[in-house]
Nanobody, 126 residues
Framework: QVQLVESGGGLVQAGGSLRLSCAAS????????MAWFRHAPGKEREFVAT????????DYADSVKGRFTISRDNAKNTVYLQMDSLKPEDTAVYYC???????????????????WGQGTQVTVSS
């Protein structure tokens, strides 16, 4: 079983930046696609970004394109989410997720992810 631990959340003013980290252990990180999801009060959990284990192909939700960047460091078994130009609507609990995947595919469907972190709160004030 894969353990995922997120960090880096906090309170920031609109227009500011945060970088989330997710450290993985107990699995083969270099064969796992990684993703970030978020859950805001009163809303369903939604996809934010994903990155493949091979070639680091990334995909983003339309709402964060151009503002967020997902990356990974396979030597540190860690995935990051750099969040810039933050907006109050980005306020949510952010979750890291992992799944073993084939060489040339990725998914934005949360049901396909098998391992999840405990979440980290991001609050953006206006």
């Amino acid at each position: 079983q894969v353990q995922l631990v997120e960090s880096g959340g906090g309170l920031v003013q609109a227009g500011g930046s945060l970088r989330l980290s997710c450290a993985a252990s107990g699995g083969t990180f270099t064969r796992m696609n990684m993703a970030w999801f978020r859950h805001a009060p009163g809303k369903e959990r939604e996809f934010v970004a994903t990155i493949t284990w091979n070639f680091g192909v990334a995909d983003y939700a339309d709402s964060v394109k151009g503002r967020f960047t997902i990356s990974r460091d396979n030597a540190k078994n860690t995935v990051y989410l750099q969040m810039d130009s933050l907006k109050p609507e980005d306020t949510a609990v952010y979750y890291c997720a992992a799944r073993y995947s084939g060489a040339y595919s990725y998914t934005t469907d949360e049901k396909q992810y098998t391992d999840w972190g405990q979440g980290t709160q991001v609050t953006v004030s206006s």
